[in-house]
């Protein structure tokens, strides 16, 4: 029994109880004050009654078991039309809602329901249950900002076995142990064709290489850098689309640090590690992780040798906070109440009205004329 109806049951007992011990142990008394114990008696009998024919479920609540109704609709046909169109029930079809109530309950008790989470959230999910695989990059860089580089300790392992472009076998080197071969960073940099435009490329490793240390090539890529900004900054003016915006968001924070870097051949160096930081902020997403890595790579390598974990993992302080899981059967427990209440008017008045009310749907136990043709 729903917990209202049941305390206004009680209470109405609780005053009819009363008044019959008034009316025996105080006749005189009762006597004397009849109009206001009737008058008690009727309020709390109006009370009992309002509760156990009118019933308010919150907008949310009443939403979460209309959703959750609507992913099965082959199993409950009725109740697409009466509780996910808001259309009540009439008393034909009373008994018939009531039975594919009853099957919703059992497989909400049973299974619960799907709790939503953001990407972030599956990847720290899948690790806590220790099911996550790492078979792309994508997926170390992910284990990685959690703290799991380990996790992609094969992978790596298998990637340095097998041929790959230089600069990734410069960063997979590093992921594995830490070292760095300076021959081939410097090589590298020094074999970028700045005038190309993959050279403005911050998902790579060439650029980067440029600026471990003070050289003439660094400060040419950087002005190169600033002039496509310009170009680009220019061109989302008119170019509103998403991925553009993007591009141009992440060519913005790669030219800000770069800046903060030569400035700092000049020997102030006091504001390099807050641009570190700023960048790390500014690129941090569940998607193109490469130009923050890269970042951070350098970072370990101009202000310490910081190991790749412990340098990687400080980019989580710019993801939301991460939570384990709730129960899917906890997080049930609303998407029931609000099918309890429902029931509970169902059975009552073999039928059911409803109707929008303030703070949500308010439930009447009496039958309606549904409209099926409502969509």
Same mark, same amino acid.
């Given at each position: 029994m729903n917990r209202t109806i049941r305390n206004a049951l009680l209470a109405t007992v609780g005053a009819l109880v009363v008044a019959a011990v008034a009316a025996v142990a105080a006749p005189d008394w009762f006597a004397r004050n009849r109009v206001f114990a009737v008058l008690a008696i009727a309020v709390a009998f109006w009370a009992f009654a309002r509760e156990l024919f009118f019933g308010v479920v919150a907008e949310d609540r009443y939403g979460a078991l209309a959703t959750w109704l609507s992913h099965d609709r082959d199993a409950y046909p009725l109740a697409q039309v009466c509780i996910v169109g808001r259309q009540g029930c009439g008393r034909a079809d009373g008994r018939k809602l009531r039975a594919e109530l009853e099957k919703a309950r059992a497989a909400l008790i049973d299974r619960g329901v799907y709790v939503a989470r953001s990407d972030w959230e599956a990847v720290f999910d899948a690790i806590q249950r220790q099911t996550y695989q790492v078979s792309n990059d994508d997926e170390l860089f992910r284990a990685a900002v959690l703290g799991q580089l380990g996790l992609g300790r094969d992978f790596v392992a298998a990637k340095l076995a097998e041929p790959q472009p230089e600069d990734r076998r410069v960063l997979f080197r590093w992921l594995a142990d830490g070292s760095v071969d300076d021959d081939a960073v410097k090589r590298l940099g020094d074999a970028l064709e700045?005038?190309?435009?993959?050279?403005?490329?911050? =998902?790579? $490793? *060439?650029?980067?290489?440029? %600026?471990?240390?003070?050289?003439?090539?660094?400060?040419?890529?950087?002005?190169?850098?600033?002039t496509r900004l310009e170009r680009d900054l220019a061109a989302m003016k008119q170019d509103s689309d998403g991925d553009f915006a993007e591009t141009v968001h992440r060519l913005q924070a790669a030219v800000t640090l770069l800046d903060a870097i030569?400035?700092?051949? =000049?020997?102030?160096?006091? $504001?390099?590690?807050?641009? %570190? #930081?700023?960048?790390?902020?500014?690129?941090?997403? %569940?998607?193109?992780?490469?130009?923050?890595?890269?970042?951070?790579?350098?970072? *370990?390598?101009?202000?310490?040798?910081?190991?790749?974990?412990?340098?990687?993992?400080?980019? #989580?302080?710019?993801?939301?906070?991460? *939570?384990?899981?709730?129960?899917?059967?906890?997080? *049930?427990?609303?998407?029931?109440?609000a099918l309890d209440a429902i029931s509970?008017?169902?059975?009552? =008045?073999? $039928?059911?009205?409803?109707?929008?009310?303030? =703070? $949500?749907?308010?439930l009447i136990a009496l039958p309606s004329q549904p409209n099926a043709d409502f969509i």
């Open positions: 700045l005038d190309e435009a993959w050279a403005l490329d911050f =998902g790579t $490793g *060439a650029p980067w290489f440029l %600026f471990t240390a003070p050289n003439e090539r660094a400060r040419a890529l950087l002005e190169c850098a600033r030569v400035h700092s051949w =000049g020997g102030d160096r006091a $504001g390099l590690a807050k641009a %570190f #930081r700023e960048h790390r902020a500014a690129t941090v997403d %569940f998607y193109g992780l490469a130009q923050p890595v890269w970042a951070t790579w350098l970072e *370990a390598r101009l202000l310490g040798a910081m190991p790749p974990a412990e340098a990687l993992a400080r980019l #989580r302080e710019h993801l939301p906070p991460l *939570a384990a899981a709730p129960s899917a059967h906890a997080a *049930a427990a609303p998407t029931l109440a509970s008017k169902l059975l009552i =008045g073999n $039928g059911l009205t409803v109707r929008s009310a303030p =703070g $949500g749907l308010q």
